[in-house]
Structure formats: structure tokens, C-alpha cells
């Protein structure tokens, strides 16, 4: 009943998080933009992307049957979050035990980057809740190695690796030591090598798209090298009280900087306390714990050498699909500490929670207040255009804000409207699933909505000036709006109505 009480409450919270948010950022739009294609739209345009099509099918049907609203989106995201309690409420309590469900359902619920999870139209709850259900059938197979469990294996290694390529990382982990433990406690290998031979089968649709990804990877890619800024970030990502990409809102770096140390020196000494009183606990427990947090951290340790060895592939919210591995494996050795362990253990672990408990609360009124800004930034667009015709008009951005017109196609998706990209040579670049089109003409006959982004970057800067500098011979500018996005960097975006002056004289003669 405490479990159902503090999911309900978690979910709760998810939800008016999601209702509050009235915006939409550049991923959201591109799942968005996504959905509305075919299924087999959807497969050869991810195919050219980084993740799989599994999240984009799903949502897709969800959407169809429930709409496709923002409120609507974010809900399915909130729903991997609950595939995730009742995971824990079920085969997790039969196998570990009420104790460890419910820590595991208090660390999901507490953990700041939840709040994400929960929230972000992506595919990261539900890639989490497949790669848990995957780790927990691999237990079930190695406990009771019979058909039921072996299909439980298949299907879940096949839903997480087609959801997100860290989760296929995950399930590979997940056969590679299921095998070992096997192999070293002499039990029959032959079911879940068959089990592995199934999965290659299936998952050999995807690998022709795999294989090119990664081709692509190896000569382009959107990552940027690891910095020691980066690897310091991956420690404290996952329970960060903001959002890494976001300003901060009600509190100042140092004041985060010594929650984030207390948290990590809390975490430094659970990890000292379990060495020491290992005699004394069970070590079964302990060795089943280890086992699901190295399924966490191979993966993430694996794809940071790679970073470094041959080209990036690591962000940090790449660790959220292996998450429930890692909750898991702390949940059983939370709960083995304050059973075995003395006053101190349980004392060191009410205090992690607490501290969690914190970071939590700090994330929930900090992105609030940060949804807040952009809420006010989107009421202010929607205000721009809400006298103007955005049924039958042209957009037209440089390339470099070409991220943001795709947005904008989103939030008018009209048929008759004309998305242009402007660059002043061809690129070999693909624009789906948004529907903008590229050009390499400067226009001088129509009227358009021009919209650039804006920062420090001396060739977006450029770019900017090469636009305005060719066509304003041709028109002038009617209405305009201006956001500063961030008040501590120069970064915003404009918008501009473009008339031809023709049209414009044409205006004035028949006002006067």
C-alpha cells in the first residue's frame, strides 16, 4: 500500500509537471514532426537518424487513438514512467522482496532526473522500462531457465534495442553476462543461445540501417569531444536539481555545487561502508547487486572509452536508458545495508534519501520556474502570429536556424504553408521528418516570415548578414519580435515579417 501511495504521488507529480508545460523544445519537435509521417515513413527516416522506430510506432497508435496534443504526448512518456513502478510493484517484489521495491520505487520517484523522464516527449522512460524488463527476465531465466522466461528475454531485448541504441548496448551487457554466470554455475546454456540466434534474426531488419548509422557516426556527427567538464557532468546527471542546458533560476552554482558534493560524498561513503561490513551482510545479495549496476555502468564506461578511442557517441541523458539496472542494483544494496548493517548504515541511508529528497524538490521549483520563461516566450510567438496569416504563407530561415524552423513548421503545420531553408550552396543534409525545403536563391517577389537565431557565433553571424544584406534592396521589414533566451549569454532568436516594397507602397496607397 506504501508503494501504490508514493507512485500514485510521483505520478501525480509527473502529470501537473506535464500540464504546466505549455512549450516545446527542438527534440520534442522532431517526434512531433515524426509521428505524423507513415510507419514506413517513419522507418526510413529514423533509419537515416540516431534511434531506432520502436518509441515512433507506439506513440503514433497512443496518438492516433488519444490525439496528438502536447498534454497527450507527455502523458505516454508519464506511462513508461508507470510500466516502471508496476515493474517494481510485481516481478521485482517477487524476486527481492517488498523492501526492496519500495526503495526502488522512493529512489525513482526522488531521483531529479525523473522529472525528465517523465516529461520530455522522448523516447527515454519507455527505453528505460525495456531494458529493466530485459535485466529482470535475464534473472528469471538464470533462476528458472524454462520456454516462458526465455520468451520474456526475447521480447524485452528486442523491444529495448529497438527503442534506443543504448539500450541494444544494454541488452548485449545483459545476454553477455547471463551467459558468464551461466557458463561459471555449470547451468544449460542451449535456451538463451537460441534466445540470442532469435534476437540477431530480428533484429537483422535493423541492421542494414544500424551499419550505416554507425558509417555516418565515423564521419559526421552532432556529438562533440568528452571534455573533463563532461566526464564531471556524467557524475552528477542523474540527480543534477537542474537541467544541465538550462540557466540557473533559484539558486547559484555554488549553492548547487555543495548539494552535488554532499550527495556524491554520501554516495563515496555507502560504497566505503559496504567493503567494510560485507562479511556481515549477504553476499548473494551483494554479488546480485553489483551484477545489475555493472549492467549500468559497462555500457556507459564502454561508450566513454569509445568516445575517446575513436569518435563521441556519449551524452549524458544516454544513461537514462540503463537506469533502472542501476536503481535496482542500489535498491538491493540499500536494503541489505539497513538490514544487516548497524545504526550507522541506516542512519547513512535515511540521509542519501534526504538528500535526494532535496535535489528532487530543488529540479521541481527551479524547471518550473525556467517552464514559466518559456511559457511566456511561447505565449509571446503564438501572440505574433495570431493577426497574421499562418494558413497560407512562406517561412524562410538561414540554415543555421534551421532547427528552429522546423519547430515553427510544427506549430503551423498547415498544408499550404512553404518552409525554406536558405544556404548559399547546397548541403548535404537531410530535413526530415520536418517539411522544409532547401534553396539557394535569395527570394525578391514574395512576402515571408523570416526567422534567424542568434548567439556569439561569429558564422551564424555571418550568415545572418549575408541574408539580410541580399534582399534588402528588395523589401522591408512590417513587424518583428525578438526573444533573448538567455539573459546571461547573447542568445534569442527574431522573427521578422518580410513585404516586398511593391507591396508595401501598394499598402500605404490604399490606406490613404
Known sequence: MTSIVITLM???????????????????????????????????????????????????????????NLLTLRIFSVLGMLAIFLTAMFPIRKHFGAGVSLLFIIIVSLLPVSQYLASEIRMYSWSMFFTLANALAAYQVYKNNNAFNNILLLLSALCASYTHYYSLMGSATIFGVLLLFMIVTKKKIRNPLIVIFLFLIAYSFWLPELFYQIGAVNHNYWITTLTPKDLLLFTYYLFSPKDPTHPYMIFNLPAMSVALSIMLLLIAAIAILTIREYKNLNKAKIITALVFIGLFLIPVISAVIISYAMKPIMIPRYM????????????????????????SARTLVFG???????????????????????????????????????????????????GWLGMLSVMYPSKENLFFVYSERKTPVSYKPFNLIEVNKLPSDFDFHYTQAYDSNPIQSKGNQHFTNGIKNDYVIADSLNQRLNPQRLEGRVIYQMRTIHREREKHRNTH
Open 320 to 343: 537514462t536508458c540503463l537506469l533502472g539496472c542501476l536503481v535496482l542494483g542500489v535498491s538491493i544494496l540499500l536494503f541489505e545495508l539497513y538490514e544487516s548493517g548497524g545504526h
Open 10 to 68: 510521483a505520478l501525480s507529480l509527473f502529470i501537473f509537471i506535464d500540464a504546466f508545460n505549455e512549450s516545446f523544445v527542438f527534440d520534442e519537435a522532431y517526434t512531433m514532426a515524426m509521428i505524423q509521417h507513415s510507419f514506413s515513413d517513419i522507418w526510413n527516416i529514423t533509419a537515416t537518424d540516431v534511434h531506432p522506430p520502436l518509441y515512433y510506432f507506439i506513440l503514433k497508435i497512443f496518438t492516433e487513438i488519444f490525439g496528438d
Open 352 to 402: 542519501s534519501l534526504f538528500m535526494l529528497w532535496i535535489l528532487s524538490v530543488g529540479r521541481f521549483f527551479s524547471e518550473r520556474q525556467y517552464m514559466a520563461k518559456c511559457n511566456v516566450e511561447y505565449a509571446e510567438l503564438q501572440n505574433y502570429f495570431s493577426n497574421k496569416n499562418t494558413e497560407k504563407t512562406v517561412f524562410i530561415s538561414p540554415f543555421s536556424a534551421c
